[in-house]
């Protein structure tokens, strides 16, 4: 018996990555799955791996910053499962440059993916878990988040966003039995990583304790214990998942 049976997730961005990770990790579990990222024909290989699984998917293409999509596709998954039980909002983008080069379109993009499109799930989502009296949102944060980094003013205030948006539902919707925390990770071998010059990622390397980089799974193990009930009196958290890179 998996510690999700019965219940269904949606996941942002699942078409790789963390994202896809997440998405088969919470099948394993007995979730079924709703799966959202920009062309649903990219989620055919994420919904193989879930019904390997053994378990139901539904693919929906979706922008997340676009809030008629996200409502589109909220009333869609919720009609076709009956409930939404776990969020995670995983889908992020990065546009990185130094602050006097970022103009404001990298601003934008990244404040509207990251943090604007993690508001509107949230937002179109809590109503049916609120319904439902009960449900998990899981936001995945960065340790940028938490840390600041150099070419990165939008990412890491993005991601600031989102920790604090995390705290702030979590105390909304507690009374509701609805439990919202954020996942910190640090650096994880994913395509967003991946084009990282060399010498950066040999010097994030050295910084970080644990001695290697995460992988999308090291995310997705603790994401699935957010999302059920291992984790029912824990909520407003940021669990860091970094090798020991920050400790605070
Ligand atoms: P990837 O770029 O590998 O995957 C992100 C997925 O999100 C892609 O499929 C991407 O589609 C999709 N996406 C991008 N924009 C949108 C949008 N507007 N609407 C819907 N889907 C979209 O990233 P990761 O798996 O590495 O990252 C996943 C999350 O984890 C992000 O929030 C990231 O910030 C966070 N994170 C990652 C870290 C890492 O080291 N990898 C560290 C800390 C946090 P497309 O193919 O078009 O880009």
Redesign the pocket.
Known sequence: MGSLDGRVALV??????????IAVRLASAGADIAL????AA?LEETAGKVREAGRRVECFA?????AAQVAEVVDKAGAAFGRIDVLV??????KDTFLARMSEADWDAVL???LK?TFLFTKAVSRLMMKQRSGSIVN?????GLIGNAGQCN?AAS?AGVIALTKSVAKELASRNVRANAV??????????EKLPEDIQKKMLEQIPLAR??E?DD?ARVVLFLAGDDSAYVTGQVVSVCGGMVTA
Not at 12 to 21: E, M, N, P, V
Not at 184 to 193: C, L, N
């Open positions: 942002t961005g699942a078409a790789r990555g963390i994202g896809q990770a959202c990222d920009l062309d990219w979706c922008d997340v910053s676009q909002n995983n889908a992020g983008i990065t509207d993916i990251n499109g995945i944060a960065s340790i940028i990412y991601k910190a990770p640090g650096f994880i071998r994913t395509k967003m990583t980089f995460g999308p995310v």
